[in-house]
């Protein structure tokens, strides 16, 4: 009789735990692709840098990107590091960015592929992401045919590497427009090779008025023309630019001693000097940022006057201008520093007033001033 | 009580005291006796941020809010204060890399900072407050603001909290003005019924003049803090302790007053 009570009561405990186990658990956020969406804006040029490249969990992609769609911005530019996907030379592993690729299209939102960041196996012991020797070029060119062709027919636009005029990005070396232009001519190729269609962005180039020969980058403007010294027209399709307008208006004039907005129209002008007027540009990164206390900061009000600006400045006067993609929508945690003041959302999904009221202007509910 | 849960709680009060002691648990912080014996406080900040630190055109010293908070902080653990000027990015690195003891640069309590530097007790609160014309009896807090219009500055936490309001209190209209400025002007030509402007804006409208008051508790928490060396717990007790005097004794009310 006791061993039978103490196997009821040791079941009835068990039942519990299970419950306790199972059925109690929290529900979990479910992800799933849902219907097809399409984007609604008076402004089919609008886009935001997204930053999903670390975001881990799929609701969070989907949510990201879900609200990228209700502000009303058609494009985004996602950066998708070579080294992430594959660890071992030819061993690639695309379940990540197929989970950004597929929620943002299903979101209606045309991606833009940002590729760059080096393996540790192709890259020599102790230097950075960025370092890439011309050894390696026929590797990356290898990784960029695997992801077009993984991707044909979803992603259609891909930008080879970022900031290469930038020391940073070009693994502390000293820069150099006609050793880009080199790793250009290979990706192109490789990506025409394994899809026709696809559209190649090149430059990326960081706005900077460091003077040729300064050791931690060179100037865009010297930079871009440097790139077609070497060569370069015959291997893009579209010029990457990232324009941030630091203290300045949207409207200020471009000056070639000046880092502004506008200073993507002297990035252009070099582009027509050199017969490649017909050629789009794409503003791939860029913006303003509202940090109270950093040096290229802005008020809140203008932050957002700007942006909204910069859009209608693209849809109204520059025919050659793709899409202004600014920077960035959202990170998965904060930065802890004044790079948290580019956002449009917080990392809890918060939105700021910025994306309140782009949002507003992409219905058409409000002007540029307000 | 058995004598195992005796036991227990002796147990938890020991670790607890062992933890918390700067000079018991393992390696002994020296952190406030190094400053005492050095007889120096140093102190950075970024004076690049009036009225709390600034360079002073005419003389080049340092000065302001924090560097006065700096010197009496130090006078109460009897020692020199040293201000060390250094870059807003950078300061928690410097502060890391002991450039100096202790950083008062404005800096706001940050709980994503928190597995770095540990913070003080707040000495200053400069969160969104709520401001009316200065002969405006009818609105004392944020719930007399039903049917009336809220002046915010576009984009600013005051527009945040604004539009949370405005979705709590029954017809609150908000207007978007460029600047915290400009907000208070329009509060005190009675273009709005109120505004929401951070406490530090507010209380330089009212110091040049201008006919408004603050009403209420503040509407959001921005908090000031002094931050330290994770590590450095006896030097931030004593900080702490300094603090707590000086907001008993008026010396945070009467610094304020001076500054803002």
């Known amino acids: ?370 | 009580m058995t004598g195992r849960t005796i036991a227990l709680t002796l147990a938890v009060v020991l670790v607890l005291t062992v933890t918390s002691c700067p000079r018991l648990g393992g390696k002994e912080d020296r952190s406030l006796l190094k400053v005492q014996e050095v007889g120096v406080l140093q102190v950075g900040l970024d004076a690049s941020y009036p009225p709390f630190e600034e360079i002073d055109e005419t003389t080049g010293e340092i000065r302001g809010f924090d560097v006065d908070l700096a010197r009496e902080l130090a006078r109460r653990l009897d020692v020199e204060v040293e201000i060390v000027n250094s870059g807003w990015d950078g300061l928690y690195d410097a502060l890391e890399a002991n450039r100096f003891d202790a950083a008062i640069s404005g800096l706001v309590y940050d709980p994503w900072q928190t597995d770095r530097v540990a913070y003080s007790i707040s000495y200053f609160n400069v969160g969104q407050v709520l401001v009316v014309r200065e002969d405006r009896q009818t609105i004392a807090q944020v719930s007399d603001l039903q049917g009336r219009t809220l002046g915010v500055e576009l984009g600013s936490e005051g527009d945040v909290q604004g539009h949370v309001l405005s979705k709590r209190l029954r017809d609150l209209t908000l207007r978007s003005y460029s600047t915290p400025a400009e907000v208070l002007s329009a509060v005190s030509q009675g273009e709005v019924d109120a505004g929401l402007v951070d406490a530090i804006s507010a209380r330089q409208f009212i110091r040049a003049g201008g006919k408004v008051r603050i009403v209420g508790e503040p509407v959001s928490d921005e908090l000031y803090v002094v931050a330290v060396r994770l590590e450095d717990k006896a030097l931030l007790q004593a900080i702490n302790a300094a603090l707590v005097e000086m907001r008993d004794d008026g010396t945070l009310v009467r610094l304020a007053d001076k500054w803002l």
């Open chain 1, 1 to 370: 009789m006791v061993t039978a009570r103490r196997v009821k009561v040791g079941i009835q405990v068990l039942v519990i735990v299970l419950i306790m186990a199972f059925g109690v658990r929290p529900p979990q956020p479910l992800a799933t692709l849902g219907p097809q969406q399409h984007v609604e804006t008076i402004n089919p040029k609008m886009g935001v840098h997204t930053r999903l490249t670390d975001e881990v969990e799929e609701w969070k992609i989907k949510r990201t990107l879900e609200m990228v769609r209700e502000m009303g911005a058609a494009w985004i530019v996602e950066y998708f590091p070579w080294a992430y996907y594959e660890r071992d030379k030819g061993a690639y592993d695309w379940s990540h960015p197929d989970l950004v690729v597929d929620h943002a299209r299903r979101q209606g939102l045309t991606v833009v592929a940002r590729l760059g960041y080096v393996p540790e196996w192709a890259r020599p012991e102790g230097s950075t992401f960025s370092h890439l020797d011309p050894a390696h070029y026929a590797d990356f060119g290898d990784f960029v045919y695997a992801f077009v062709d993984h991707f044909r027919g979803r992603v259609q636009y891909i930008i080879i590497w970022n900031e290469p005029n930038l020391g940073l990005e070009w693994g502390f070396q000293p820069v150099n427009p006609a050793e880009y232009t080199a790793l250009l001519r290979i990706a192109y190729a490789r990506a025409k090779e394994a899809d026709p269609q696809v559209q190649v962005l090149a430059g990326a180039l960081a706005p900077t008025l460091a003077p040729v020969g300064h050791p931690e980058g060179m100037n865009d403007l010297d930079y871009l023309q440097g790139m077609y010294d070497a060569g370069a027209a015959d291997y893009f399709d579209v010029l990457a630019a990232h324009a941030y307008g630091w203290k300045f208006p949207v409207d200020d004039p471009p000056a070639a001693d000046k880092v502004n907005f506008r200073r993507v129209e002297l990035l252009r002008e070099i582009m027509v000097r050199n017969g490649d007027g017909h050629k789009p540009v794409m503003i791939t990164e860029g913006g303003w940022n509202d940090h109270p206390r950093w040096t290229k900061g802005v008020r809140p009000y203008q932050r957002i006057t700007y942006t909204i600006g910069a859009y209608e400045l693209a849809a109204r006067d520059w025919d050659w201008c793709l899409a202004v993609i600014p920077y960035a929508f959202r990170f998965p945690w904060p930065a802890r520093s004044y790079q948290d003041y580019f956002t449009f959302v917080t990392p809890e999904f918060k939105p700021k007033p910025i994306y309140r009221e782009v949002q507003s202007y992409a219905r058409g509910e409000r002007g540029v001033e307000g």
